[in-house]
């Protein structure tokens, strides 16, 4: 069946540092990839999403990376701040509307 | 404001009894959809609803029902729980995407339902 791969399953990176999340699909039908961001004890809350008649997209220190060839897009987030330690997971949608979820990177920056 | 609400919050409960996790959406929303958060298995999707009366299943829809009757509620419903469906259930609803546009969109999720089977 269809599957998102992520990884590394914990990251932890210095304050300041960039931090890289990258997910792998299997279905090439898949043509909407969300991120999103969950805190301790907290629901998960989009942070930046592709479609897939784009390469990259940017928000603020956040980008998503898309290469549809490989079915493999990656999260970068640059000049990382304590706020942002939290579990990012990836997903794949198809025009189906059935989601999958990676398996969450637990993210560390440490002060 | 605009919110997903989920009820019971935490629920206690026994294998065989059955029970309903209630979901609601103020934003108008056509989509929705039910999740099971396990720690090192991330959210799989168990049903989704495209519309009033329109339900798929997801992943892992065993031993799950649901139903969409109305625009607002989607209800998940164990009809003989478990102790392998212990976990923290997410309900979320979007609005409809653009055409062509692929998949659900923004997903907004409620703040989730911790169950345990015993």
Not at chain 2, 40 to 69: A, C, F, H, W
Not at chain 2, 85 to 98: N, V
């Amino acid at each position: 069946g269809e599957n998102v791969e992520q990884h590394p399953s914990t990251l932890s990176v210095q304050e300041g540092d960039s931090a890289v999340i990258k997910c792998t699909y299997s279905d090439s039908a898949s043509n909407y990839f969300p991120w999103y961001k969950q805190e301790l004890g907290k629901r998960p809350q989009l942070i930046i999403d592709i479609r897939s008649n784009v390469g990259e997209k940017k928000d603020q220190r956040i980008a998503v990376t898309l290469n549809k060839t490989a079915k493999h897009f990656s999260l970068h987030i640059t000049e990382t701040q304590p706020e942002d330690s939290a579990v990012y997971f990836c997903a794949a949608n198809n025009r189906g509307f059935k989601t999958i979820f990676g398996a969450g990177t637990r993210l560390f920056v440490k002060a | 404001e605009a919110q997903v609400t989920q009820n019971p919050r935490y629920l206690i409960t026994v294998t065989g009894k059955k029970l309903t996790v209630t979901c609601s959406q103020n934003m108008n929303h056509e989509y929705m959809s039910w999740y099971r958060q396990d720690p090192g298995l991330g959210l799989r999707q168990i049903y989704y609803s495209m519309n009033v009366e329109v339900t798929d299943k997801g992943d892992v829809p065993e031993g799950y029902k649901v139903s969409r009757k109305e625009k607002r509620n989607f209800p998940l419903i164990l009809e003989s729980p478990s102790p392998n469906q212990t976990s923290l259930y997410f309900c979320a609803s979007s609005s409809k995407p653009q055409p062509l546009a692929g998949g659900p969109g923004e997903q907004y999720f409620g703040p989730g339902t911790r169950l345990t089977v015993t």
